[in-house]
């Protein structure tokens, strides 16, 4: 029996935990709505999914109460809707997506000559290539290519009407080549790139604001027939509560895999979609469409801290001071827990995925984790700090003026 908050007489919000996940109630929320077939800017709906004209928009785009309806109803479909939009047209004028594709494929014949193997979060290694901080890498081999790319009203105004103000764009190239393989059903950042123990332990109102922190996109840099494999999406996946646990059981990625939809796309439209919902990119069965997109990973503002802290530095410093207290048992494990705790920098991001990739996993490994294992293994005080300096170089973006190779040399 649930036990109840007798001052509101309602049962006890529990936390959540995959073994409870259901695949009844996922179904229950998957259901489309009446007010989810009809949204009043879209120029269609397919499979659910609304479909927009960015050339039927722009005056709208230009009025300022239009504009903003019109972000009140991308909003609501990101959130209460189907979880994914198209925008048609974002370029009516590809010419800056095929300035930005020939810089991409020069980045990525580069990286290949280096040695550099980008890996995929949720695919197998193979026909696919991924560019890390394409941003960066894209502003400044070529700003006057970034400055035409970015210069797009549709794009501003789907991030703000997510995020609000003052967002931080992110993007990393994606290529399927023939033969490249799907990858699994997930959710995406924050809570989607935990391990289920680590998202076990963020409470369920954490679980429902991680959402509110990200928005995903995908830019089209070539033509994208369903048989090349565009994201296959699941509608509505996104309103169920506990999908950040529920995505890896393999009942919920049955149900993905025999009932999702994929949309093609032209080169120059863009998908966007709450990171709730459960995606994958889908297998390249063609034989001759390179499939590329620029995935774009756009922040709130309010996800930062308001003040810059040196913790590497507090590391080094403290390192020594717990080791002793563990080794004169001076201090309790769980008090050393939590001294490392108010120290180390504990979430894994942002970081340089060029040099800390996520190799074994969805993350790099954390100051914290580095910390935790030095002391686990009773590391000398050099041995640490020489990491603790490492991990931090690695860490840190590409100096200005240094090409990716430069580094690496």
């Keep these: 029996m649930n036990r109840t908050d007798q001052r509101h007489n309602a049962p006890a919000h529990h936390w959540y935990r995959e073994r409870d996940c259901s695949l009844h109630d996922f179904l229950a929320v998957l259901k489309a709505q009446p007010e989810d077939s009809n949204p009043r800017f879209a ?35 990101l959130n209460r809707g189907a979880g994914v939009l198209v925008l048609k047209r974002v370029y009516t004028d590809t010419a800056p997506v095929d300035e930005a594709t020939k810089v991409f494929e020069s980045i990525i014949r ?108 995908a830019i089209a840099h070539s033509d994208m027939p369903v048989e090349s494999g565009p994201t296959k999406l699941l509608p509505f996946s996104q309103r169920y509560a506990e999908g950040y646990l529920a995505w890896r059981r393999q009942d919920f990625r049955d149900y993905f895999e025999t009932h999702y939809v994929q949309l093609p796309l032209e080169k120059g439209d863009a998908l966007f979609f709450n990171p709730a919902l459960f995606h994958a990119a889908g297998s390249n069965k063609t034989t001759s469409v390179q499939r590329m997109a620029n995935l774009l990973q756009i922040s709130s503002a309010y996800g930062r801290a308001m003040e810059t802290v040196n913790r590497a530095t507090m590391c080094e410093v403290l390192y020594p001071v717990l080791l002793e207290c563990l080794t004169a048992s001076s201090m309790t494990q769980a008090e050393v827990d939590a001294a490392v705790a108010s120290c180390a920098e504990g979430y894994p991001f942002p970081t340089n995925l060029d040099r800390d990739p996520p190799l074994g996993g969805l993350a790099p490994e954390s100051q914290q984790s580095l910390f935790s294992r030095a002391l686990t293994e009773s590391w000398t005080v050099d041995r640490f700090h020489a990491a603790i300096r490492e991990q931090a170089a690695r860490r840190d973006a590409w100096p200005v003026g240094a090409s990716e190779t430069d580094m690496r040399e």
């Design 43 to 77: 120029a269609d709906v397919r499979e659910h999914v609304p479909v927009y004209d960015c050339r039927e928009l722009r005056s709208d785009l230009e009025n300022v109460s239009r504009r903003a309806d019109l972000q009140a109803e991308w909003a609501n479909v």
């Design 110 to 217: 580069e990286e290949h000559e280096a040695g550099a193997a980008a890996a995929d979060h949720f695919a197998k290694a193979g026909a696919n290539d991924r560019i890390w901080n394409a941003q960066e890498k894209l502003c400044l081999r070529a700003p006057s290519v970034f400055a035409r790319y970015y210069a797009s009203a549709a794009l501003l105004a789907i991030a703000e009407a997510w995020l609000g103000p003052h967002f931080q764009v992110t993007s990393q190239v994606n290529v399927v080549r023939p033969g490249g393989q799907a990858q699994q059903a997930h959710r995406d950042y924050h809570l989607g790139f935990q391990t289920v123990a680590e998202a076990e332990r963020y409470p369920p109102h954490v679980h429902t604001m991680s959402p509110f922190l990200t928005l995903q996109g």
